[in-house]
């Protein structure tokens, strides 16, 4: 087959992750794919990817969220304007923005249907974002969900359907062997000290990372030592208001210099050895749509912190992690410590692991595969009727 696989972004944010290695495996079964991404700064995806890859050009971002996002589905609309882009069997949209775009071609006549992966919902004040995101996934043809948490969302407060398909971790790449690399990347970035607790997604309502800075605060008092690293964060959503409460706390808590650094985002070359860095991954989000970011923490041997909610409980076993309340941050703290006590480190490193057999991008393509087959049937026997 001939697929096209569309996201929101060439920054390394879980959804894109997700579309990358799963285009990648797509590929390696022996099917032809395409990954689109808005790139309308010229930067290319943030790794070179095993697949083919369009860079979807477009203007400039807008300063309003709401009309950066017309932008970038009228970049899409453009894009598949041109002369031989509709040579495609399969059209898979990961995001609301690519899903809106695949709407309007339906709407025209151009394509038959697309397949939507929903990976969560968002809270919008703003009613043309509300209205964009639901309408892209309304108007699928097939809608997926890679939990069974947003799968029953779907269907309760939706009356829609959605077919689960899973995740995965590319455990070549994320390994706990070390590498020269680990104490370059150590001293380059001076991640001196000890414990080392790492939180991945930059500074957002969502990751929590407002519970993160307090709970570490409990742990420095306790351990001076400890180190708060923060990676990633390249979004599409605004939240400049919640990193200003994040600096003002910060401030206020006068550590000294490097107590806690704020990376931005890492050359995605050197997350593994970032994550080996770390000795505990903490991550006590208050949403996700799976958190591929904790397989990929426990593929590289370093034990996760993680909120005790859906979808984390799905997939993690009871001993997998250190689970915490969310909204508490001194239970966010005792996590951070339960995860770094060299007595339970051992037996966290080896659950992780063998949460992470159950887990390859390959049965993820395979299960992604007979899902197309089954949408390229019910299409044809549509059209033909």
Known sequence: ?????????????????????????????????????????????????????????????????ADMV????????????????????????????????????????????????VHHLDQFDDARLHDWQERGYRRAARLLCVSRLWQDILLREHGLHAELVSNGVDTRRYTPVPSPRDATLRSELGLDGGPLLLAVGGIEPRKNTLGIL????????????????????ASVLDHSDYRQRFHAELAAAALSQGTVR???????????????????????????????????A???????????????????????????????????AAGMAHACDPAVRPALVAAGAAICERFAWSRSA???VGIY???????????AH
């Not at 742990?219 to 708060?228: I, K, S």
């Not at 087959?373 to 059209?383: G, I, L, P």
């Open 366 to 368: 395979a299960r992604h």
């Open 1 to 65: 087959m001939k697929i096209a696989m569309l996201t929101h972004s060439v920054n390394p944010r879980g959804g894109v992750v997700h579309a990358l290695q799963l285009s990648e495996s797509l590929q390696a079964l022996g099917h032809e794919v395409t990954l689109f991404a808005p790139d309308p700064r010229g930067r290319g995806l943030f790794r070179t990817p095993a697949c083919g890859f369009h860079p979807v050009p477009g203007q400039a971002h807008s300063t309003d969220v």
């Open 373 to 383: 087959h089954a949408f390229r049937r019910s299409d044809a026997a549509f059209q």
């Open 298 to 332: 426990m593929a590289s041997g370093v034990p996760a912190v993680v909120s005790r909610i859906a979808p984390f409980t799905e997939y993690l076993d009871g001993s997998a992690c250190a689970w915490v309340d969310p909204k508490d941050p001194a239970s966010i």
């Open 214 to 233: 307090r709970a570490f605060l409990r742990v420095h008092r306790v351990f001076p030592q400890a180190r708060l690293v923060i990676a990633g964060g």
């Open 70 to 117: 017309r932008l970038r589905i009228d970049d899409y609309l453009r894009c598949f304007a041109a002369p031989g882009m509709g040579d495609v069997d399969i059209w898979h949209a990961q995001d609301s923005i690519s899903a809106n775009a695949m709407a309007t071609l339906v709407e025209r006549g151009v394509i038959g249907g697309y397949v939507r992966t």
């Open 262 to 296: 704020i990376l931005g985002q890492v050359p995605d070359a050197d997350m593994p050895s970032l994550f080996r860095c770390a000795d505990a991954l903490v991550f006590p989000s208050l949403k996700e749509g799976f958190g591929l970011v904790v397989l990929e």
